[in-house]
T-cell receptor, first 114, second 115 residues
Framework: AQSVTQPDIHITVSEGASLELRCNYS??????LFWYVQSPGQGLQLLLK??????LVQGIKGFEAEFKRSQSSFNLRKPSVHWSDAAEYFC????????????FGAGTILRVKS | DVKVTQSSRYLVKRTGEKVFLECVQD?????MFWYRQDPGLGLRLIYF???????EKGDIPEGYSVSREKKERFSLILESASTNQTSMYLC??????????????FGPGTRLLVL
């Protein structure tokens, strides 16, 4: 079965600092990988996704993520964090063999210090 | 833009009540999903549907049922609410064509408190 691990429950960074949120998955074949963001009081919004090809993918709001097959990781990065990035971030994994379903990680809450 | 709406943002119910959570999407998506979100556990899939009157169990279906009579509407039913069903409930929809590659679009959530 698929599983997704986000090792950091909370992360605090200063505004303008760089950010990396970690995501590890467990699945044999190449999975479909997603990062979603949930702002306070909102539903989830897709930041970016990876299926194949270039392992560095660009998303909205200046975010990017890198797929590393050897490490089973799909870490999310941003070079300079803005106060409006404070939110909860979810990594999710899907696979053709599991139909339309996704498995979500537990989430990482990002706090931004001014 | 895809819009997914949920009938209530906040609900307070008593133990044993029957509870209906409604979700409507306006983009003619085939797939619809119900998740519950709990701190430290992320999102867990309760049920999903890929067509009218079709449903499949997710990872935590116990204590829940669903109804999909129209393509745009997917209802989650708590037959007899219990305190351990206090949670945030999120509805999502997606196209069927690309399977798990398709982006899921989420509603704002319903925060349910069962007393």
């Amino acid at each position: 079965a698929q599983s997704v691990t986000q090792p950091d429950i909370h992360i605090t960074v200063s505004e303008g600092a760089s950010l990396e949120l970690r995501c590890n998955y467990s699945y044999g074949a190449t999975p479909y990988l997603f990062w979603y963001v949930q702002s306070p009081g909102q539903g989830l919004q897709l930041l970016l996704k990876y299926f194949s090809g270039d392992t560095l993918v660009q998303g909205i709001k200046g975010f990017e993520a890198e797929f590393k097959r050897s490490q089973s990781s799909f870490n999310l990065r941003k070079p300079s964090v803005h106060w409006s990035d404070a939110a909860e971030y979810f990594c999710a994994v899907g696979a053709r063999e599991y139909g339309n379903k996704l498995v979500f990680g537990a989430g990482t809450i990002l706090r931004v210090k001014s | 833009d895809v819009k997914v709406t949920q009938s209530s943002r906040y609900l307070v119910k008593r133990t044993g009540e029957k509870v209906f959570l409604e979700c409507v999407q306006d983009m003619d998506h085939e797939n619809m999903f119900w998740y519950r979100q709990d701190p430290g556990l992320g999102l867990r899939l309760i049920y999903f549907s890929y067509d009218v009157k079709m449903k499949e169990k997710g990872d935590i279906p116990e204590g829940y049922s669903v109804s999909r009579e129209k393509k745009e509407r997917f209802s989650l039913i708590l037959e007899s609410a219990s305190t351990n069903q206090t949670s945030m409930y999120l509805c999502a929809s997606s196209l069927f064509l690309g399977g798990a590659k398709e982006t899921q679009y989420f509603g704002p959530g319903t925060r349910l408190l069962v007393l």
